[in-house]
């Protein structure tokens, strides 16, 4: 009886071995294969529609598309970018800073958002971080070869972009001087 216990336990252990062998890796404690590696990421969404609304001036619109966009895919950068733009062209600046920054948190080097956001700044009550953030712009292009065109620039170049930010940092001499220094008596 003893020997039959036993052959049944063995016979049971290698039946549990067996289809702890055939269970997929995570179901054996084994931590699951990143996302990147089992599936194709999501097909980048088209930003067309939202800009297509937004260059008929058709504002209100384009932010509730931009809006519905960021819902569905709210680590898209550029669906971001386009809310902030969008928004300060319809005068609204606290949720136009806040998207560019969002923007930004989300893809660092993006240079068209550091570049609205400098403009935003500029002519707000922030001007030194609007001048701080034309200047990760211009930094971002001087890695960049010079006629190359810039995401969601309508085709500007780095050097394009690098000669507007010093056009409109010449325009407003007193809010591109460096942080401390004095005006000239």
């Given at each position: ?68 966009a960021i819902e569905a895919d709210p680590l898209d950068a550029r669906l971001h970018f386009y809310d902030g733009v969008i928004a300060q062209a319809a005068g609204r ?57 810039l995401p969601e620039s309508d085709g500007l170049t780095p050097r394009d972009l690098i000669e507007r ?21």
């Amino acid at each position: 009886m003893l020997e039959t216990k036993r052959t049944s336990h063995l016979i049971a252990l290698v039946g549990a071995l067996a289809l702890l062998a055939s269970a997929p890796a995570h179901a054996q404690g084994a931590p699951p294969a990143p996302a990147s590696v089992t599936e194709e990421p999501p097909p980048a969404r088209s930003v067309a529609p939202i800009r297509a609304l937004a260059d008929a001036g058709r504002l209100k619109e384009a932010a509730q598309a931009c809006a519905e966009a960021i819902e569905a895919d709210p680590l898209d950068a550029r669906l971001h970018f386009y809310d902030g733009v969008i928004a300060q062209a319809a005068g609204r600046r606290t949720h136009a800073e806040a998207a560019l920054r969002r923007a930004l948190y989300l893809e660092g080097s993006m240079v068209m958002a550091h570049y609205h956001l400098g403009l935003l700044l500029l002519d707000g009550a922030t001007p030194e971080a609007g001048r701080r953030a034309m200047a990760q712009a211009v930094k971002l292009c001087e890695g960049l070869p010079g006629s190359a065109v810039l995401p969601e620039s309508d085709g500007l170049t780095p050097r394009d972009l690098i000669e507007r930010v010093a056009m409109r940092l010449r325009a407003r001499p007193a809010e591109a001087r460096p942080a401390g220094a004095r005006p000239r008596a």
